[in-house]
């Protein structure tokens, strides 16, 4: 049988204590050997940070993806700071979540925002949880006859401007000492090589617009955060209000609840590395393409 070192070991002045076959024995102190195992915990205790992460803050709480966040969190991690922010105070919360108010047509509220979210601690995970497909008079258009100029406007300034603020003043608040996450959700219909359908034109615009910021915003970040990951993630086909008017067509094997959507997210991001960042991945953790 191999020889594992018990961890964190018990160290003597002379003698260091391992674990062979059952029995408790002890080697002589090699220092070579101990700057191996301490390198190994701080490697170790650095894991801990991202799995453990004091400091997160969700955008967009108001939604259905984004109370899933804030309730999975919550469960995952009661002892964390969790700041949610929304257009509008929800009227069920979560004991253990602090909740604030944002205007995101006012910069200024974002500002504001990052301000609050960081003001005792770096954030180790934020996730933006905002963006529109149809509203009133909105619908995904079918054909170019369809186009509208107030419809272009109004999908770019909430699926792309308003995240791209939140990155402006959010990220340069991420913990710099240990891995960091800034996710916003995107979409797989904003990827140029996956569109074989056509139409959506101001929809699947915007979210492009979106994987744009984030590749560049990743790019800007690496030079001063390396631990920094900025990704775009696809929920898949989630019951919400967002898709309701569009589920007919869609089987129920791919129609997922907030919560089963969350959860498979948040999987994903566990699993993200600095290498991840500048892209965008599916619920399942597959990468989507631009």
């Known amino acids: 049988m191999r020889r594992r070192i018990i961890f ?36 170790w205790l650095r894991s801990q940070d991202m799995k453990h992460p004091k400091n ?12 899933a966040f804030a309730e999975a969190l919550s469960a995952q991690y009661p002892s964390a700071t969790i700041t949610v922010f929304s ?10 979540l602090h909740y604030h108010q944002i205007d995101y047509e006012n910069e200024s509220s974002i500002q504001s925002a990052s301000i609050l979210a960081a003001a005792t601690m770096p954030l180790d995970l934020v996730l933006v949880a905002t963006g529109i497909l149809h509203e009133h008079n909105i619908r995904p258009e079918k054909s170019l006859r369809e186009l509208s ?5 109004r999908l770019f300034k909430v699926n792309a401007i308003v ?29 140029i090589s996956d569109n074989q359908l056509g139409g959506w034109y101001a929809y699947r615009a915007s979210k492009s617009a979106l994987n744009m910021v984030i590749k560049s915003a990743s790019i800007e970040i690496a030079r001063k955060n390396p631990e920094a990951i900025i990704v775009g993630l696809h929920p898949g086909t989630v019951d919400s209000n967002l898709s309701k008017p569009f589920q007919n067509n ?13 959860q498979q997210l948040l999987s994903v991001i566990d699993k993200l590395s600095a290498e991840s960042t500048g892209r965008c991945f599916a619920w399942d953790g597959s990468e989507i393409l631009p």
């Open 8 to 43: 964190p070991p018990r160290l003597s002045k002379t003698h260091l204590y391992y674990v062979y076959d059952k029995k408790v024995i002890k080697n002589p102190i090699d220092k070579t050997m101990i700057v191996k195992i301490l390198l190994i915990i701080l490697v």
């Open 56 to 67: 997160i803050t969700i955008i967009g709480g108001g939604g259905a993806i984004g109370s």
């Open 87 to 96: 257009r509008r105070i929800p009227d069920v919360k979560v004991n253990n």
């Open 149 to 153: 100029a107030n419809n272009f406007e």
């Open 163 to 191: 995240p791209a603020l939140i990155a402006k003043y959010f990220l340069p608040e991420l913990n710099r000492k240990s891995k960091s996450v800034f996710a916003v959700l995107s979409a797989r219909v904003g990827s």
């Open 250 to 262: 869609v089987a129920n094997s791919k129609l997922f609840s907030a919560s089963y959507s969350a």
